[in-house]
């Protein structure tokens, strides 16, 4: 966000005004941190369940089995073409109770921050934060507020748990997939952190490539729902085997994740994995492969193969499934193995990263 933050705007913004930037006081317990609650936080996320403001909040869940995570954000620079760390805390952490099928209801939210971090900029943060989880449907419900001193931090990090509900019917998985199912990506692989690089080397393409990060609940909804509709008698949903949004370690390491879990072997055709013509040439100018370039708005599906057509025409009537593409199968052979087809029609082994290509991505 590049928009100048008013401060007038906040309520009683006299008390942050005296001090421009994060100081170790914010985080003591005291008046100041108070008023960073009252003023800052509270304005933003106000909802039923954080205005208990108890050392714990009383929630109220729909019938269901609950899915519960956490994460924790600590991207480098904080803003990027796309979003902003407070986007990636929110979407972040829904999204991976969206592979489990389950709806996102509530977030918990901790900051840590460091002395000096300008008022403005966490304001900026905290703002889009707001705006992510009304764009998700969540509410912040409860959270805390630590201050380390300068240089013991690198401005802000977030940490967000989740917490949701599983539909009684839907059970998926990372060890449920089966020889025969269809993988799916719902989108172009690698925007996300190509995107961060860019921003860090100073890069500049012809387009420029803006990170994915999005809520991704309202897709899998849709997939669940074509999954449902087999003729007559609507099937069960858990006809969705399995779901990873591909984070850290990109396609690769999804799929070898799901391979390991559920012990059976996968094989993709690189041809048909959607990239972005600008992702390619920064990966190869960098020496990157996509496939092992991070996402923050896109997901890996495995369902059997009859209801892949089914599925596909659901993501692709969705904002975030446009590009979505059926990009290779699972198989009774080699189990825990990722094999894929290249462009001139060999195959080839698709290990699990060594290391971290692009670290502090998220």
């Given at each position: 966000?590049?928009?100048?933050?008013?401060?007038?705007?906040?309520?009683?913004?006299?008390?942050?005004?005296?001090?421009?930037?994060?100081?170790?006081?914010?985080?003591?317990?005291?008046?100041?941190?108070?008023?960073?609650?009252?003023?800052?936080?509270?304005?933003?996320?106000?909802?039923?369940?954080?205005?208990?403001?108890?050392?714990?909040?009383?929630?109220?869940?729909?019938a269901?089995k609950?899915?519960?995570?956490?994460?924790?954000?600590v991207?480098?620079?904080?803003?990027?073409?796309?979003?902003?760390?407070?986007?990636?805390?929110v979407?972040?952490?829904?999204?991976?109770?969206?592979m489990r099928?389950?709806?996102?209801?509530?977030?918990?939210?901790?900051?840590?921050?460091?002395e000096?971090?300008?008022?403005?900029?966490?304001?900026?943060?905290?703002?889009?934060?707001?705006?992510?989880?009304?764009?998700?449907?969540?509410?912040?419900?409860?959270?805390?507020?630590?201050v380390?001193?300068?240089?013991?931090?690198?401005?802000?990090?977030?940490?967000?748990?989740g917490?949701?509900?599983?539909?009684?019917?839907?059970?998926?998985?990372?060890?449920?997939?089966?020889?025969?199912?269809?993988?799916?990506?719902?989108?172009?692989?690698?925007?996300?952190?190509?995107?961060?690089?860019?921003?860090?080397?100073?890069?500049?393409?012809?387009?420029?490539?803006?990170?994915?990060?999005?809520?991704?609940?309202?897709?899998?909804?849709?997939?669940?729902?074509?999954?449902?509709?087999?003729?007559?008698?609507?099937?069960?949903?858990?006809?969705?085997?399995?779901?990873?949004?591909?984070?850290?370690?990109?396609?690769?390491?999804?799929?070898?994740?799901?391979?390991?879990?559920?012990?059976?072997?996968?094989?993709?055709?690189?041809?048909?994995?959607?990239?972005?013509?600008?992702?390619?040439?920064?990966?190869?100018?960098?020496?990157?492969?996509?496939?092992?370039?991070?996402?923050?708005?896109?997901?890996?599906?495995?369902?059997?193969?009859?209801?892949?057509?089914?599925?596909?025409?659901?993501?692709?009537?969705?904002?975030?499934?446009?590009?979505?593409?059926?990009?290779?199968?699972?198989?009774?052979?080699?189990?825990?193995?990722?094999?894929?087809?290249?462009?001139?029609?060999?195959?080839?082994?698709?290990?699990?990263?060594?290391?971290?290509?692009?670290?502090?991505?998220?």
């Amino acid at each position: 966000m590049t928009d100048k933050l008013n401060l007038l705007g906040w309520t009683c913004p006299r008390p942050l005004q005296n001090y421009p930037t994060i100081v170790m006081g914010h985080g003591s317990g005291g008046k100041m941190m108070a008023d960073l609650i009252e003023h800052l936080f509270a304005p933003a996320f106000d909802n039923e369940w954080l205005r208990q403001m108890g050392d714990s909040t009383a929630l109220e869940l729909p019938a269901g089995k609950a899915a519960f995570t956490t994460d924790s954000f600590v991207v480098s620079p904080l803003f990027f073409p796309g979003g902003n760390i407070g986007e990636l805390a929110v979407y972040g952490t829904v999204n991976d109770l969206a592979m489990r099928g389950a709806k996102p209801l509530y977030l918990s939210a901790g900051f840590i921050l460091e002395e000096g971090l300008p008022m403005e900029t966490l304001g900026n943060i905290v703002t889009a934060m707001a705006a992510a989880c009304k764009k998700a449907g969540v509410k912040i419900a409860t959270g805390d507020t630590k201050v380390v001193q300068k240089g013991h931090g690198d401005g802000i990090y977030i940490n967000t748990s989740g917490l949701g509900v599983i539909p009684a019917d839907v059970e998926i998985g990372p060890a449920n997939a089966r020889p025969g199912d269809a993988v799916l990506v719902s989108g172009t692989m690698g925007n996300h952190g190509i995107a961060i690089m860019s921003v860090r080397e100073g890069l500049t393409f012809e387009t420029e490539i803006q990170s994915d990060t999005a809520p991704l609940y309202g897709l899998v909804e849709a997939m669940m729902a074509a999954a449902g509709k087999g003729g007559d008698k609507p099937a069960p949903l858990q006809t969705i085997h399995c779901l990873r949004d591909a984070t850290r370690g990109g396609l690769a390491a999804v799929l070898n994740e799901l391979a390991g879990s559920s012990k059976v072997g996968i094989e993709f055709d690189e041809r048909k994995v959607p990239t972005r013509p600008e992702v390619n040439a920064a990966c190869e100018m960098l020496g990157l492969d996509p496939l092992y370039i991070a996402n923050e708005g896109k997901l890996v599906a495995i369902v059997p193969e009859g209801m892949a057509e089914k599925v596909l025409a659901a993501m692709r009537g969705h904002e975030y499934g446009k590009d979505a593409a059926i990009i290779g199968r699972v198989v009774k052979e080699h189990p825990g193995l990722v094999t894929a087809k290249t462009a001139i029609g060999g195959m080839r082994v698709v290990d699990v990263p060594a290391g971290e290509l692009l670290p502090r991505i998220c």
